[in-house]
């Protein structure tokens, strides 16, 4: 059974930095795909930033030169580093993830995802 908990969200001022990590575990297939997803109040949920298996990452273009996602041991942890924080990036962020045992599909976390944390609030004030 896949399951993943973020951590590292917090209040932080307008420009300053926060970074989150997601420990996965229970993932068995070499083809996968992992990234973040945020949610503000009253909002529609957005992909923030994704990594795919091969090592191929895609940002949302809000988010673009400010975040970077890496992964650690493996499919272990994932990290989100957040910088030059704005208060449009309040929201509570998911990490997510999908596996898959076929060799030749390019997964799509965007679209793909069925594996999800409980969330961790990042909140930014002006």
Do not use: H
Not at 69 to 97: H, R
Request: proline residues 2%; aromatic residues 8%; charged residues 15%.
């Amino acid at each position: 059974q896949v399951q993943l908990v973020e951590s590292g969200g917090g209040s932080v001022q307008a420009g300053g930095s926060l970074r989150l990590s997601c420990a996965a575990s229970g993932m068995t297939y070499n083809n996968y795909c992992m990234g973040w997803f945020r949610q503000a109040p009253g909002k529609e949920r957005e992909g923030v930033a994704f990594m795919n298996s091969d090592g191929t990452t895609s940002y949302a273009d809000s988010v673009k030169g400010r975040v970077t996602i890496a992964q650690d041991g493996a499919k272990n942890t994932l990290s989100l580093q957040m910088n030059s924080l704005q208060p449009e990036d309040t929201g509570m962020y998911y990490c997510a993830a999908a596996e898959t045992r076929v060799v030749s599909w390019r997964l799509s976390c965007q679209n793909e995802a069925n594996y999800w944390g409980q969330g961790t609030q990042v909140t930014v004030s002006p």
